[in-house]
């Protein structure tokens, strides 16, 4: 990662964007402000942005920006202004952010989820996994190049968190891996050892890997334990 991450701060108020530039570029980050969706598709093609924070408006088109930002790859980003309750940020990461964040912004929380979210986009906890490529029930995931590719031989996009909980249940083979720690993974280690979160993860992944809900084959729940890959991992 460089050593001055760019950040594009998305908000509809003038006032709250400069507050909050003025507040991160203090602590050494490039800042670029976008107030809404045109303007942030310019700053996206104009240059390399590594994260986004992102004050969903008050209407209908907080899912629309939030699909520009996955067509944008695996840039990750995190929506400000979240209810303070499980259903709201469950709401969010539905939409596919790596964080959700409430308001009145707390600046040291600020700071330590953009930085934990940064850290894992880089995918710095799977140093262990550098070089294997892993293939499970027709599918094939290439930790070095990211890339997951189904039966067909087709690249199927992932997102930060979801890549990072794939990874994990395959590089334990098929062995358990506690809920916990998947729970680590997708949020930092400030997540609550309740945090749905994580059930948002898998049921992504069930879909993007098409492993029903109901009778899953691919991921499997261990209730009481973690999740665990239920078809022959191989590595090579």
């Not at 506690?178 to 992944?205: M, N, Q, T, Y």
Request: with cysteine; charged share 30%.
């Amino acid at each position: 990662m460089a050593s001055n991450p760019h950040i594009l701060i998305v908000d509809e108020n003038r006032e709250s964007r400069a507050s909050l530039a003025t507040q991160l570029e203090h602590h050494g980050y490039r800042i670029t402000t976008a107030a809404g969706g045109a303007a942030m598709q310019r700053a996206l093609e104009r240059a390399r942005i590594d994260l986004v924070l992102i004050d969903l408006p008050g209407d209908h088109s907080g899912a629309r920006l939030c699909g520009m930002l996955r067509a944008a790859g695996d840039l990750p980003f995190i929506i400000l202004g979240c209810r303070d309750d499980a259903v709201d940020r469950i709401v969010g990461l539905e939409m596919g952010a790596d964080d959700c964040l409430s308001k009145p912004l707390h600046p040291r929380e600020l700071l330590a989820r953009l930085r934990n979210v940064l850290r894992r986009s880089q995918g710095g906890g799977h140093a262990s996994t550098r070089g294997r490529v892993f293939r499970f029930g027709g599918w094939r995931l290439d930790v070095v190049a990211r890339e997951l590719r189904d039966p067909r031989g087709d690249a199927v996009p992932l997102r930060n968190a979801e890549y990072r909980v794939l990874s994990s249940l395959l590089t334990q083979g098929n062995r358990v891996v506690a809920r916990s720690k998947l729970i680590e993974l997708a949020r930092g280690r400030d997540a609550r050892p309740f945090d749905r979160s994580i059930d948002v993860r898998i049921s992504r992944l069930r879909q993007v890997l098409g492993d029903d809900a109901r009778v899953p084959r691919i991921i499997k729940t261990v209730h009481g334990e973690g999740y665990v890959i239920g078809v022959l991992v191989e590595r090579s």
